[in-house]
């Protein structure tokens, strides 16, 4: 009675696994380069999957660089084998609607 009810668990953890969907969190930052060589900031921008906080840590600390974290997004989909990020849809309202016209 055991086994049958086991394997009836497994069935359906397989079935739900089969139908279940990824996603994962995009973000863009405004990096902030500490360059003690040339006496000046070096900035530029970045876009990852890690969070802020991982951000920094994981690229020198906050002495080394400062984020200002931009926007964020999710994305559909699986991140391995070192795909593309997904486009930004705040890029995209951007590009398909009308720049430049006066708000009555």
């Known amino acids: 009675m055991k086994t049958k009810f086991f394997v009836l668990i497994f069935f359906i953890s397989i079935l739900v696994s089969m139908t279940a969907h990824a996603e994962y969190r995009v973000y863009q930052y405004l990096i902030k380069n500490r360059d003690s060589v040339q006496d ?38 699986y991140t391995g084998g070192k795909k593309e990020y997904c486009s930004s849809p ?9 720049l430049g016209t006066p708000v009555e």
């Open 40 to 77: 000046r900031d070096v900035i530029y921008k970045e876009v990852s999957t890690l969070n802020p906080v991982a951000y920094v840590a994981y690229n020198g600390g906050s002495e080394a660089i400062s984020v200002d974290l931009i926007r964020t997004w999710i994305c559909p989909g």
């Open 90 to 98: 705040y890029m995209e309202n951007i590009e398909t609607s009308e």
